[in-house]
């Protein structure tokens, strides 16, 4: 069966410094992944999808950027975080096989200072 | 642009009543999917719906969808507390990979 993982699960960090956030697919090949954030209280916004290593579309401009440098594997970064990057970021995977629903992994909460 | 509406937004019932949480999308579609989230956790998939006219339960949860109407229903039967989530429904955008979710529904079940 299929897994996603992200990591870390959570994580406090001052305005200004950089960021990583993991997430890591077992089970499947080829999968479509996708970034989300989720301001408290709020819906999801896409920040990020790829359908393939190195193909990578951005849904929002901002100070955030992903990149796949494997086939299950998807990163998001910042080189300088705002205040306003403080969310819960949530990694998903799909596949074609079960009709484009996305799977979600337990997600990353972050907090700027 | 596609958009997905959800109401009411926040929901309190109490236990043992029924209630209908409504999901309206503004562009042509054939899927839409429900998901769930417990409070500060992850979304679990909780329905399918792949065509016009399908209907799924699960529980005391069922949803259909009316492709022509671009809505679907997420009908709640004899609440529990169990039930107390927030609940979104998706629609593809495009018939393709993203999915445009709806703002989501507090649902507060009461004893």
């Known amino acids: 069966s299929q897994t996603i993982h992200q990591w870390p699960a959570t994580l406090v960090q001052p305005v200004g410094s950089p960021l990583s956030l993991e997430c890591t697919v077992e089970g499947t090949s080829n999968p479509n992944l996708y970034w989300y954030r989720q301001a408290a209280g709020r819906g999801l916004q896409l920040l990020f999808y790829?359908?393939?290593?190195?193909?990578i579309s951005s849904e929002v401009p901002q100070n955030l950027s992903a990149s796949r440098p494997q086939d299950r594997q998807f990163i998001l970064s910042s080189k300088k975080l705002l205040l306003s990057d403080s969310g819960f970021y949530l990694c998903?995977?799909?596949?074609?096989?079960?009709?484009?629903?996305?799977?979600f992994g337990p997600g990353t909460r972050l907090t700027v200072l | 642009e596609l958009k997905v509406e959800q109401n009411p937004l926040f929901l309190s019932m109490q236990e043992g009543k029924n209630y209908t949480i409504y999901c309206n999308y503004s562009?042509?579609?054939?899927?839409l999917y429900w998901y769930r989230q417990d409070p500060g956790k992850s979304l679990e998939s909780l329905f399918v719906l792949l065509s016009n006219g399908a209907v799924k339960q699960e529980g005391r949860l069922m949803a259909s969808l009316d492709t022509k109407a671009r809505l679907s229903t997420l009908h709640i039967t004899a609440a529990v507390h169990d039930l107390s989530a927030t609940y979104f429904c998706a629609v593809p955008e495009d018939y393709g990979n993203k999915l445009v979710f709806g703002a989501g529904t507090i649902l507060r079940v009461k004893s």
């Open positions: 790829s359908v393939g290593i190195g193909q």
């Open positions: 562009t042509t579609s054939d899927r």
């Open positions: 998903a995977w799909s596949g074609l096989a079960v009709y484009n629903e996305q799977f």
